[in-house]
């Protein structure tokens, strides 16, 4: 019999927390934390607790679509089977493609990836984890001869030194941040993050280095070569274990001259460099872990293989609290390795070698295993622009907006004779430029596995029916196999079936070879599937395994890891035009470009809106104010911002969110501007240095309009949307002459009898406020201002919830302020308890000084404890505030 609650997995990020979800409930029934999963032992960060706020019907795709026009699921499969059958026929395998993504399920994804190169026979299948893990996979087939992280999560708390770099891990991997700092007083353990911005993980830092943008090669070759000059090496370990020492190590100490000439060509002070060098070659526990900041750059790959070299310069890999460690960033971006999601690798770790691909015909039965790698995903768009890509069928990612040059990505979209996308919503930049749309089971709807950064594979369960005709991908990708002909080899029942073909793979004729094998769970019956308790590969009879190379045998040919040698290339000359770099990344309360996290009112409003943040010096260089907009050129596009002036920021960096789309906001995607640059080894897009500048945006006029109802593209040259309980808020400004003022009409039309209006319009200052009452409610309020003030949001937001406006208020919407003892509360800063900065400041001045004492009387901060610095940041506000 089935449980009342789902045991499943979170469908963020990478570190994999276990949740449990009630089953039957009605659509956004409360999500919690599984006590029982090994991962967050019953921990959630702010997304996971509000997952229950996104498991709404809102925006959801329903049924099959094609060109805007609902199909019946038979018509849009044969469809999409046939057009690629004849495109195969008469231009052979290359000229189709799949676009995939980290959040498939293991099931879905090895289905498509079987799909494509067993049967298709091209490898012409990417996945956006060529955005996000790619240079990562490429350094550890490298160094490893395989793509395998060595160590777990334990080695975080077990370590005594740990180095972030490139990792924002206190907003993107929260309880994985949590469980280190929990361990890290307990250990008295340091702390060393590396970015070149102050972010929210430098807090608790015994050291941060700001590096400048793109120059942590530099950094990793100097702590090798110094590492190596004073005699903090493992002599033992490096003679048996190890290869190619030599090389690296004269190819590193070419362009490593003093510490205080690295620490130059790393913007950084010698001494702190000093301080790093020295803490690490006296601390044997160390843990290295690395993300985006690394793994997103030209020089990735050797970045990534600079930080192995160290490790395995100190034989520090394989033991407990020590090693490289990549943080994945996606849910499944494991599982989609594993079952060979990127174009130049195939299933269960097999490489495109003679063997690698008979291994997979004889297990596949099939003679058309795809014998060269596809084309990776910033080359595949290409070729769809060029037209050598004629079909391509996009699954679980939104590529208008997350691709560098999105802009061009759309277009290339545009010209293709067809594009199929399968995503659970709807209204999505891709899909405005698909042909063929299918609703996809979504979170919560849908079985399978993932497989999280340390090699941990956990069920995902459904709990909720699918809504409509939406359907699990596994399912359509087989139904298209079967139409295409390939019915006998596709004949999957359910996802437990998928699972033990892809178990019985990582088996067949490895014998050792390769380290991803699960075998061991090939044999699992449907309800040891569906009973399937968290396991780290590879999987043998006793069990999972936490830990590799312990043994220091490497699945290399000579079975010794591989020092890799790389030179820093000469930094790049900032060209005139493009002085600044502009750096790109996530913020704590958003997801990717919002599918989910957007639907959440609790979480838009920590940030509400896009900011991109800047230097002082830069902002005052340019004639850019704090609060005020910027515009942001690059080569490939530009982009117009709010402005955030910052400390946290470097001189000549900016930063931009990346959630944004043309579907929340008229300007604020980031992809527009970002170059299509790419690692050359792992071709892994430069998303963190763009050559840009900025320039102030002086708007004619500023608004925001409050509504209940949804509105479709405002037409001015600024403007976001954000979800708030009972409706929306929209903030506009208009850029140029051409952009009129709105007025309250043409934005929503509402029936004249069933309203009430409130207007102030002061022409000669250029103020208007608007608002119309609706059976005693507020139905909308439009507040524009040429030059002033605009009155508060949350103030306003607050009266949506009012079940009567008095006299009192329908005067303070005219006025613009609220009245006497009505404040409003402020944004919201602890997401996961729903506390709002008034409630802190409040606190504040209550006398509590503390984030601790803060926390024991309003409650804020004491769940995932990602908006602590936040609240560190109002008590030093109000202390700086109350010395002034
Ligand atoms: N809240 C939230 N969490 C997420 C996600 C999300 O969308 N929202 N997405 C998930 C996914 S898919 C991923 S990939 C991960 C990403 O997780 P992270 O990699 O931690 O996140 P990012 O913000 O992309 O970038 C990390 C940091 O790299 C820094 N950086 C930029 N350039 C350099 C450089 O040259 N050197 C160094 N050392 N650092 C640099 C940036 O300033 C930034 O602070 O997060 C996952 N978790
Ligand atoms: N400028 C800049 N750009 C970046 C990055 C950066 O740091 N800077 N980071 C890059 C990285 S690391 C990543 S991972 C990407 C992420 O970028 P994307 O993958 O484009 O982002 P998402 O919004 O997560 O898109 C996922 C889509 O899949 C849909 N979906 C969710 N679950 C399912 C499912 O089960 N089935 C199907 N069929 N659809 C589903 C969602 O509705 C959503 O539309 O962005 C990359 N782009
Ligand atoms: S840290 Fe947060 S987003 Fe990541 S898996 Fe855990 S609950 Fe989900
Ligand atoms: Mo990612």
Redesign the pocket.
């Known amino acids: 019999m089935k449980q009342p609650f789902a045991k499943t997995t979170c469908p ?3 570190v994999g927390c276990g949740v449990v979800a009630p089953r039957g409930a009605a659509r956004g029934a409360r999500i919690s934390g599984d006590i029982s999963h090994p991962v967050n032992a019953g921990r959630l960060c702010s ?1 996971g607790s509000l997952l229950g706020e996104t498991t709404g019907l809102e925006g959801r795709l329903l049924h099959p679509m094609k060109k805007g026009a609902r199909v019946g699921w038979d018509e849009a499969l044969d469809e999409i089977a046939a057009k690629f059958t004849d495109i195969v026929d008469a231009h052979g395998p290359d000229a189709v493609a799949f676009y995939v993504s980290g959040q498939l399920l293991t099931e879905d994804y090895y289905v498509a990836n079987k799909l494509m190169k067993g049967f298709i026979g091209s490898g012409n299948i990417d996945t956006n984890s060529r955005l ?1 893990m790619s240079s990562a996979v490429a350094a550890h087939k490298r160094a490893f001869g395989e793509d395998v992280v060595p160590g777990c999560y334990e080695d975080f708390e077990e370590a005594d030194l740990i180095v972030l ?5 206190a ?3 929260p309880i994985l941040y949590q469980r280190l700092l929990a361990a890290k007083t307990k250990r008295n353990a340091r702390l060393v993050v ?4 102050r ?1 929210a993980t430098c807090d608790d830092a015994d050291l941060h280095l700001p ?1 400048a ?2 120059t ?1 090669l530099a950094l990793f070759n100097a702590l090798f070569c110094e590492l190596a000059a004073r005699g903090v090496t493992d002599p033992d370990y490096v003679a048996n274990h190890t290869e190619g020492l030599d090389e690296a190590l004269s190819a590193a100490r070419e362009g490593h001259g003093s510490i205080s000439a690295a620490a130059e060509a790393c913007g950084l002070d010698a001494r702190d460099m000093e301080t790093f060098i020295r803490w690490f070659a006296e601390t044997e526990r160390t843990v290295t872990a690395f ?4 793994n997103q ?1 030209k020089t990735g790959v050797d970045q990534v293989n600079a930080i192995v070299n160290c490790h395995l310069l100190t034989g520090r890999i394989g033991r407990p609290g020590m090693g490289p460690f990549s943080i994945t ?2 849910p499944n971006a494991m599982g989609g390795r594993e079952v060979g999601g990127l174009a130049n690798q195939l299933a269960a770790h097999l490489d495109f070698s003679e063997e690698g691909c008979a291994t997979l015909s004889r297990f596949w039965q099939t003679d058309r295993v795809a014998t060269s790698p596809g084309l990776k995903a910033v080359d595949l768009f290409d070729a769809v622009a060029t037209g050598r890509v004629k079909a391509l069928w996009i699954m679980a990612t939104n590529p208008v907006v997350s691709l560098p040059n999105a802009e061009f990505v759309r277009r290339a979209l545009r010209t293709c004779d067809f594009v199929v996308l399968s995503d659970c919503i709807a209204n999505t930049d891709t899909a405005a430029c698909a042909d063929i749309l299918l609703p996809a089971a979504a979170w919560g709807e849908k079985d399978g596995t993932v497989t999280n950064s340390e090699r941990r594979i956990s069920r995902q369960r459904a709990f909720m029916a699918p809504p409509g005709e939406a359907k699990p991908d596994w399912w359509i990708v087989g139904e298209v196999a079967r139409r295409m002909g390939f019915a006998d080899t596709f004949p999957y029942r359910g996802p437990a079936d998928i699972f033990r073909e892809h178990a019985r793979l990582s088996g067949f004729e490895n014998d050792g070879a390769r380290c991803f094998d699960i075998s061991a769970l090939a044999h699992l019956s449907d309800a040891e599937y569906e009973a399937l308790a968290p396991v780290q590969w590879p999987v043998d009879t006793r069990g999972g395994t936490s830990r590799l190379f312990g043994n220091g045998l490497f699945p290399t040919p000579s079975g010794r890891a591989r020092f890799v040698a790389s030179v820093p290339p000469v930094p790049a000359k900032r060209h005139g035009a493009f002085p600044l770099v502009l ?1 790109s ?8 470009t919002m599918a989910r996290t957007g639907l959440s009112p609790t979480l838009a409003s920590n940030a509400p809106e896009p900011a991109a943040e800047i230097h002082e010096a830069d902002a005052r260089a340019a004639g850019i104010e704090d609060g005020g907009f910027m515009r942001i050129v690059t080569a490939y596009g530009s982009g117009i911002f709010r402005t955030s002036v910052t400390a946290a920021q470097q001189r000549g960096s900016l ?1 931009v969110p990346i959630h944004w789309s043309s579907a929340t906001s008229a300007m604020s995607g980031a992809g527009r501007m970002v170059h299509p640059e790419t690692d050359p080894v792992s071709g892994q897009p430069a998303f ?2 763009t050559p840009a500048r900025a320039e102030p945006v002086m708007p004619h006029w500023r608004a925001f309009f409050l509504s209940r109802h949804e509105i479709t593209s405002p037409s001015c040259g600024y403007w976001v949307v954000r979800r708030l309980e009972g409706g929306w808020l929209y903030e506009l400004a208009g850029l140029t002459t051409a952009d009129a003022p709105p007025d309250i009409d043409t934005l929503v039309q509402l029936p004249d009898a069933e309203v009430e209006r409130v207007e102030m319009r002061d022409t000669a200052r250029g103020v208007l406020r608007q608002a119309r009452v609706r059976d005693g409610c507020l139905a909308d309020c439009l507040m524009l201002t040429r030059t002033g003030e605009l009155p508060s949001r949350d103030w306003l937001v607050g009266l949506l919830a009012l079940e009567a406006l008095d006299e009192n208020v329908r005067g303070a919407l005219l006025t613009g302020h609220p009245v006497e003892g009505e404040g409003g509360e402020g944004r919201i800063v602890c997401a996961c308890m729903g506390i709002r900065s008034g409630a802190i400041l409040a606190a504040i001045a209550d006398g509590e000084c503390d984030v601790a004492s803060i926390g024991a009387c309003t409650g804020a901060g004491t769940n995932c404890g990602s908006c602590r610095s936040e609240i560190r940041g109002l008590i030093e506000r109000t202390r700086t505030e109350e010395a002034a």
Request: net charge positive; proline share 5%; charged share 20%.
């Open positions: 963020y990020c990478g997304k996000c770099v490139g990792s924002n891990t907003w993107c991997h590396i970015d070149p911005r972010t590096i943008p793109g942590d993300s985006q900041g690394v750059s960033g996606q750096n990344g996530r913020l704590r309360d958003q997801w990717h930063f963190k240095h």
